[in-house]
T-cell receptor, first 113, second 114 residues
């Protein structure tokens, strides 16, 4: 079984400042890792994913995440946030050979003008 | 593609009533998942189907909950009888069988049981 821990439930940050949303996972098998974003009153949208290969993955809107196997982490970063990045972000893990995603509790990112 | 379509978007019902939530997955997706989202528990997987067959329903909280997938383009989640603690947002998601894809979520049904 897999589990995901998102250490911060809420992260306020000023516009144009950098941000890091933390995610740690546990698993007895190799994993695939995902970040999803949920805007108010909407469903979850896939932001980026790590399946294999380069440990640094990027999204089209400037977010990036790095898979660190030794620290079992997959932190999400953005060097300069915009107001439109205000949303809830979910880290998720899927074990190799499984089709189930296990989600963290989510981190609410609030960008302050 | 219209994406994963859920209906209704909002449902308010009285305790004890039957509630049926509906989902139309993306055409060609082999897997369908039902999730429940609450403030206290976050996102919980209730059940998932592969090629219309229920594979794992261990997340279904009680016998009051049931889910069906009569064909590849339609699934229902039913709660009978409903209770106030069932109030939550229920999401349906689908994905193809290929391992490299993530899930596509619907917009959810916000259920309020009074």
């Amino acid at each position: 079984a897999q589990s995901v821990t998102q250490l911060d439930s809420q992260v306020p940050v000023f516009e144009e400042a950098p941000v890091e949303l933390r995610c740690n996972y546990s698993s007895s098998v190799s994993v695939y890792l995902f970040w999803y974003v949920q805007y108010p009153n909407q469903g979850l949208q896939l932001l980026l994913k790590y399946l294999s290969g380069s440990t640094l993955v990027e999204s089209i809107n400037g977010f990036e995440a790095e898979f660190n196997k030794s620290q079992t982490s997959f932190h999400l970063r953005k060097p300069s946030v915009h107001i439109s990045d205000t949303a809830e972000y979910f880290c998720a893990v899927r074990g190799a050979g499984s089709y189930q995603l296990t989600f963290g509790k989510g981190t609410k990112l609030s960008v302050i003008p | 593609d219209a994406g994963v379509i859920q209906s209704p978007r909002h449902e308010v019902t009285e305790m004890g009533q039957e509630v049926t939530l509906r989902c139309k997955p993306i055409s060609g997706h082999d897997y369908l998942f039902w999730y429940r989202q609450t403030m206290m528990r976050g996102l919980e997987l209730l059940i998932y189907f592969n090629n219309n067959v229920p594979i794992d329903d261990s997340g279904m909280p009680e016998d009051r909950f049931s889910a069906k997938m009569p064909n590849a383009s339609f699934s229902t989640l039913k709660i009978q009888p409903s209770e106030p603690r069932d109030s939550a947002v229920y999401f349906c998601a689908s994905r193809p069988g290929t391992a490299n894809y993530g899930y596509t979520f619907g917009s959810g049904t916000r259920l309020t049981v009074v």
